[in-house]
């Protein structure tokens, strides 16, 4: 079956710990993004990719990394220097990045203790 | 900048009645716009779509107009079951050239069905 996976589903961290968040795809889609949810919010952007080896900031990136060295994924870091890191963290992607509809993953929940 | 408005939440309503959820939005151009739908613990799921005005979307019993000159995309469903409550949002996608396919989303509208 294709879509979009995230992994894990739950992750707890100390603060002043980096943590990596997994997304993968199998949809052959070109762009990928990660939104931030908080609660009673809408999504926020965090990062974008539209090709392999490119991506670009988000509205919200400061404390946050990506890499796009694969076509099928689209890790994201978040950094010590993220002040309000525990939020849920949906990834997407789509055909292209200018008029295809974006698919959603199932999201991972971030926690920091 | 663009920005998309839904009506607060949470809405209760009993099985087989009613719905219709507000969204207005603000942009520039000719943006697309789209429902998504939230399960609790889940991703969002696209629930429906329109990219032009007077452009109707519809998906299992919900639908939603472009309408330009109200500058809306209300959602409407004509008799809700308990199996539809969820968390909804409304989102658009800029239009235009070197369009980066960002979505804009409204805070989402928490429906609760009750039987």
């Known amino acids: 079956d294709g879509g979009i996976t995230q992994s894990p589903k739950y992750l707890f961290r100390k603060e002043g710990q980096n943590v990596t968040l997994s997304c993968e795809q199998n949809?052959?889609?070109?762009?990928m993004y990660w939104y931030r949810q908080d609660p009673g919010q809408g999504l926020r952007l965090i990062y974008y990719?539209?090709?392999?080896?490119?991506?670009q900031k988000g509205d919200i990136a400061e404390g946050y990394s990506v890499s796009r060295e694969k076509k099928e994924s689209f890790p994201l870091t978040v950094t010590s220097a993220q002040k309000n890191p525990t939020a849920f963290y949906l990834c997407?992607?789509?055909?292209?990045?200018?008029?295809?509809?974006?698919?959603f993953g199932p999201g991972t929940r971030l926690t920091v203790l | 900048g663009d920005s998309v408005t839904q009506m607060e939440g949470p809405v209760t309503l009993s099985e087989e009645a009613f719905l219709t959820i507000n969204c207005t939005y603000t942009?520039?151009?000719?943006?697309?716009l789209f429902w998504y739908v939230q399960y609790p613990g889940e991703g969002l799921q696209l629930l429906l779509k329109?990219?032009?005005?007077?452009d109707k979307g519809s998906n299992k019993g919900f639908e939603a107009t472009y309408r330009k000159e109200t500058t809306s995309f209300h959602l409407e469903k004509g008799s809700v079951q308990v199996s539809d409550s969820a968390v909804y949002f409304c989102?658009?996608?800029?239009?235009?050239?070197?369009?980066?396919?960002?979505?804009?989303f409204g805070q989402g509208t928490t429906l609760q069905v009750k039987p």
């Open positions: 997407a992607s789509s055909i292209t990045s200018g008029r295809n509809e974006q698919f």
């Open positions: 949809l052959n889609h070109d762009a």
């Open positions: 990719s539209q090709i392999v080896n490119d991506f």
């Open positions: 942009a520039t151009g000719y943006p697309s």
């Open positions: 329109a990219t032009k005005a007077d």
């Open positions: 989102a658009l996608r800029g239009g235009g050239s070197g369009n980066t396919g960002k979505l804009i």
